[in-house]
T-cell receptor, first 110, second 115 residues
Framework: DAKTTQPPSMDCAEGRAANLPCNHS???????VYWYRQIHSQGPQYIIH???NNETNEMASLIITEDRKSSTLILPHATLRDTAVYYC???????????FGEGTQLTVNP | EADIYQTPRYLVIGTGKKITLECSQT?????MYWYQQDPGMELHLIHY???????EKGDLSSESTVSRIRTEHFPLTLESARPSHTSQYLC??????????????FGSGTQLSVL
């Protein structure tokens, strides 16, 4: 599975949009981009995933560049409860396992 | 809501004891996983299973063992606990083989402390 690069930390003001970037320049054609988050020491929580089209659900939006070498997770109106570590992962949909990197520590400030 | 359960939530135990961490899911998922995570550090995959009687070692070497006798149950065992085993252990499961959506559902974790 392709490797991803994320900034180690980001800050965001409460109520503003949080835009979390992820680089995956070695992504292959059949690899999906997944986003998870981990709040404190809880188990990670699935947020969203996509292949090449932009995706939106009740939690977030995922924007994937046309060349698929990078993506951005958007939390449109960040709240204090969105403070967490956010993981960007690329893998084949039928891949056997998910490898988590270091992720981005997002801190939402009041 | 994810239906995957881990027990105990916290465990403090002495060196040399045998322990089993329980993980059960009611979603009928074929694939199950164990991850290990130290505070502030990455999650590391230590075991996974594709189905009954299937178990594989993960990316991080671990002295623990696992079994998969029933689809819904994936216990992790340490025959002789040591202080170096102190960590958080997270269990996860994912959808049926061939399913389009392979998102993982995680349990709440077991925080193990070996004295």
């Amino acid at each position: 599975d392709a490797k991803t690069t994320q900034p180690p930390s980001m800050d965001c003001a409460e109520g503003r949009a949080a835009n979390l970037p992820c680089n995956h320049s070695t992504i292959s054609g059949n690899e999906y981009v997944y986003w998870y988050r981990q709040i404190h020491s809880q188990g990670p929580q699935y947020i969203i995933h996509g292949l090449k089209n932009n995706e939106t659900n009740e939690m977030a939006s995922l924007i994937i560049t046309e060349d698929r070498k990078s993506s951005t997770l958007i939390l449109p109106h960040a709240t204090l409860r969105d403070t967490a570590v956010y993981y960007c992962i690329v893998r084949e949909n039928s891949g056997s396992r998910l490898t988590f990197g270091e992720g981005t520590q997002l801190t939402v400030n009041p | 809501e994810a239906d995957i359960y881990q027990t105990p939530r916290y465990l403090v135990i002495g060196t040399g004891k045998k322990i089993t961490l329980e993980c059960s899911q009611t979603m009928g998922h074929d694939k199950m996983y164990w991850y290990q995570q130290d505070p502030g550090m990455e999650l590391h995959l230590i075991h996974y299973s594709y189905g009954v009687n299937s178990t594989e070692k993960g990316d991080l070497s671990s002295e623990s063992t696992v079994s998969r006798i029933r689809t819904e149950h994936f216990p992790l065992t340490l025959e002789s606990a040591r202080p170096s085993h102190t960590s958080q252990y997270l269990c996860a499961s994912s959808g049926r083989q061939g399913a389009y959506n392979e998102k993982l559902f995680f349990g709440s974790g077991t925080q193990l402390s070996v004295l």
